[in-house]
């Protein structure tokens, strides 16, 4: 026991260190910035912990534990620092199973100036380094519904989604919409058949998805995100996006967000003005990514479980 | 009845999926880093016996099933019936049909306590205990010497049922068998 224990602290250790080196050697400064904070997301999809500031000299308030560094190190880009890493804890309220654990470590990391073909690039090396070179798949979410789902996910009707989603995994599906089935045909078709390739870059998200990845058009006229994940062996570890840096439309996207959760019967979040107010002062251009990084160390130790890798996961609290 | 939540969802749950009571297996949830959550349900379904796969929209709920799980002790069969006992002193007995007894009809034994589920107060599932001894009725003759390593053979017992056994098991003999694998575990 007593040997499995440290072996896992010290691969965990060593792929930290080595991180941290690949980040120095390339002029990627690291940083931290608050986990708890008076704003947090409004994705529709990620539920916030939230708790109570009492006392002080400040008045009462809600704070967020954070569902990732994002908004902190944007605003730190838009002060100018530079390109920008951090490893730290996020926290997803509501997430727990084989590869998810309410705290998590992320590794994310900002590149100013650099489109996603050269962050792509730049991850690819990164876990080249942490887990050994492999083969990379390149593939867009479409050409990869087509040929593993059987449809287009821009074309296909409703209809046609949901009857896929019924036929595969005997959901009601009809409550679901098209991201509902997009995620669905997702999850229990495309990712157990990327189980079988060792590295996908998947890219060109639907527009729908984008969350804060700008919007472009594809080669056949569709509205997609410029966003792309990284799959290892069909889980998947890391989500990148060339950022949007218009105020504007990222004041919207919080807006639609804080809809789309009273819709939902969930309740609002405060949405980051901060943020907002960076954005007007100016987000340089730049690509950013997030990488899990306890499911890097579960595929690094070949665990099944994050529970394996975590020294005191949920399930043994 | 009761409604289950999603996040309320586990191995033994009891519930209602198309007029069937089911049984939870296995509670996976999935979620893509942006993207919906649900919930995949593997079940049994008690009627039929049959294992199965469903998925739900994260927050759905199922409506409980109106089933329990007790301790019954098997009495005798009148070859329509198989007759138990509640083991809690009321002495009360309830019948299980050929269909509510399925494949636990191998492992058989009088005296012996199951579990059996019952759905609005009607047996609909009778599991045997992980291990049960049962004697061998009819076998091969033994092979003297032959005490652990090499080959099998079928061994018949009263209950009908066919395990294989090491080849110096004897007829007569006390075997330890695991129910859920139909498997000979040892001598007894």
């Known amino acids: 026991m007593l040997a499995v224990l440290n072996a896992k602290l010290k691969k965990r250790a060593e792929l930290l260190a080595a ?92 590149r100013p100036d650099w489109d996603l073909a050269q962050l792509e690039a730049e991850c690819c090396t990164l876990v080249d380094e942490l887990l050994g070179e492999a083969p990379y798949a390149r593939m867009t979410y479409k050409q990869a519904f087509i040929d593993f789902v059987g449809l287009d996910p821009f074309a296909a009707s409703l209809a046609d989604l949901r009857n896929a989603c019924q036929a595969c995994s005997a959901i009601d599906a009809d ?14 078709q495309l990712e157990p058949a990327l189980k079988g390739l060792e ?119 | 009845m009761a409604n289950y939540a999603t996040n309320e969802f586990k191995g033994g749950l009891k519930f209602m999926l198309d007029s069937d009571p089911c049984s939870m297996i296995d509670i996976e949830h999935i979620k893509p880093g942006k993207g919906q959550a649900f919930t995949r349900v593997k079940y049994r379904n008690l009627n039929s016996g049959r294992v199965g796969e469903k998925t739900f929209k994260s927050g759905d709920n199922v409506e409980a099933a109106d089933v329990m799980d007790i301790d019954m002790e098997f009495l005798y069969t009148d ?48 599991t045997a205990p992980n291990f049960i001894v049962l004697p061998v009725a009819e076998t091969d003759p033994g092979l003297k010497g032959d005490t652990a390593q090499g080959g099998s053979k079928p061994a018949i017992l009263p209950t009908g049922a066919s395990v294989r056994v090491p080849l110096f098991v004897n007829e007569g003999d006390l075997l330890k068998i695991d129910t859920r694998t139909g498997e000979y575990v040892s001598r007894a």
């Not at chain 1, 730049?286 to 890097?296: E, N």
């Not at chain 2, 005296?111 to 107060?121: C, F, W």
């Open chain 1, 199 to 317: 590295r996908v870059i998947l890219y060109e998200f639907p527009a729908s998805q984008a969350a804060l990845a700008q919007i472009h058009q594809d080669a056949s006229g569709n509205q997609v995100a410029s966003r792309f994940e990284l799959y290892v062996k069909g889980l998947e570890l890391a989500n990148a996006y060339q950022e949007l840096t218009l105020a504007s439309e990222q004041a919207k996207r919080f807006a639609a967000g804080n809809a789309q959760r009273r819709a939902l019967g969930k309740p609002e979040v405060i949405a980051d003005t901060q943020l907002i107010a960076a954005l007007e002062q100016g987000l340089p251009d730049c690509s950013g990514i997030a990488l899990g990084f306890d499911r890097l160390i579960m595929l690094a130790l070949g665990a099944t479980c994050l529970d394996e890798v975590q020294t005191f996961s949920a399930y043994r609290w």
């Open chain 2, 79 to 126: 070859g329509e019936f198989w007759h138990f006992m509640k083991t809690d002193g009321s002495f009360e007995q309830l019948g299980a049909d050929a269909k509510a007894l399925g494949e636990t009809s191998k492992w058989l034994k009088e005296q012996e306590v199951y579990l059996v589920t019952l759905y609005n107060g009607a047996p609909i599932t009778v």
């Open chain 1, 19 to 110: 991180a941290r080196l690949f980040f120095a050697c390339r002029g990627v400064l690291e940083v931290n910035t608050p986990v708890l904070a008076p704003a947090g997301s409004t994705d529709p999809l990620l539920d916030s912990f939230t708790t109570q500031l009492e006392g002080g000299s400040v008045a009462s308030q809600t704070l967020y534990l954070q569902t990732s560094p994002e908004f902190y190190m944007k605003r730190l880009l838009a002060e100018g620092s530079g390109a920008i890493y951090q490893l730290g804890p996020c926290f997803r309220n509501g997430e727990l199973s084989q590869r998810h654990n309410p705290e998590f470590l992320m590794l994310e990391w900002y």
């Open chain 1, 175 to 188: 409550q679901l919409d098209r991201d509902g089935c997009l995620d669905l045909l997702l999850s229990h």
